[in-house]
T-cell receptor, first 115, second 114 residues
Framework: KNQVEQSPQSLIILEGKNCTLQCNYTVSPFSNLRWYKQDTGRGPVSLTIMTFSENTKSNGRYTATLDADTKQSSLHITASQLSDSASYICVVSDGLTGGGNKLTFGTGTQLKVEL | EADIYQTPRYLVIGTGKKITLECSQTMGHDKMYWYQQDPGMELHLIHYSYGVNSTEKGDLSSESTVSRIRTEHFPLTLESARPSHTSQYLC?????????????FGPGTRLTVL
């Protein structure tokens, strides 16, 4: 069964600090991995997407890494801001054609940035 | 900001009522999806559609039904709501020719059944 596990489950950091969120997956075959940001009461918004051949990708203060050999990804947030407070969800696609179940979602890391 | 809309945003109803959650997108996407998400839990796919007159059930069994009469509209209906249906419902869409299948999500409907 395809699974995506994220850690930590929740995290509190001070504004201006950096943090790293982890994602481990067992999805086969692997197509791509996304990080989404979900604000409370809102739908998820895509931050980054990486395919098998990509090791790192940045989007502003967000940098995602992917190690396809160990099936691990991380999301690094630099110089955190209060607006970064949200749930960060790791989503892996199995790339199979047909059917709707191409995406496996993690439960997310709940990040809170405080003054 | 994705052009995908959901109404109502919040709904509190009594057991046994029939409800329809609306979802519409103005991006011309062929694929649309409905997810159910409980607090602190992962999203579960309950329905999807690859185009007009196409609807399929997702991974999570659901008593809801969907229809796709128009490309831009993908409503979800519960014939008789129960407290177990209390959850957040998220609608999403993606383009048919998008090889990465990036899904754009609506803001969600928070449903509470008393």
């Amino acid at each position: 069964k395809n699974q995506v596990e994220q850690s930590p489950q929740s995290l509190i950091i001070l504004e201006g600090k950096n943090c790293t969120l982890q994602c481990n997956y067992t999805v086969s075959p692997f197509s791509n991995l996304r990080w989404y940001k979900q604000d409370t009461g809102r739908g998820p918004v895509s931050l980054t997407i990486m395919t098998f051949s990509e090791n790192t990708k940045s989007n502003g203060r967000y940098t995602a890494t992917l190690d396809a050999d160990t099936k691990q990804s991380s999301l690094h947030i630099t110089a955190s801001q209060l607006s970064d407070s949200a749930s960060y969800i790791c989503v892996v696609s199995d790339g199979l054609t047909g059917g709707g179940n191409k995406l496996t979602f993690g439960t997310g890391t709940q990040l809170k940035v405080e003054l | 900001e994705a052009d995908i809309y959901q109404t109502p945003r919040y709904l509190v109803i009594g057991t046994g009522k029939k409800i329809t959650l609306e979802c519409s997108q103005t991006m011309g996407h062929d694929k649309m999806y409905w997810y159910q998400q409980d607090p602190g839990m992962e999203l579960h796919l309950i329905h999807y559609s690859y185009g007009v007159n196409s609807t399929e059930k997702g991974d999570l069994s659901s008593e809801s039904t969907v229809s796709r009469i128009r490309t831009e509209h993908f409503p979800l209906t519960l014939e008789s709501a129960r407290p177990s249906h209390t959850s957040q419902y998220l609608c999403a869409s993606s383009a048919r020719d998008n090889s990465t299948d990036t899904q754009y999500f609506g803001p969600g409907t928070r449903l509470t059944v008393l």
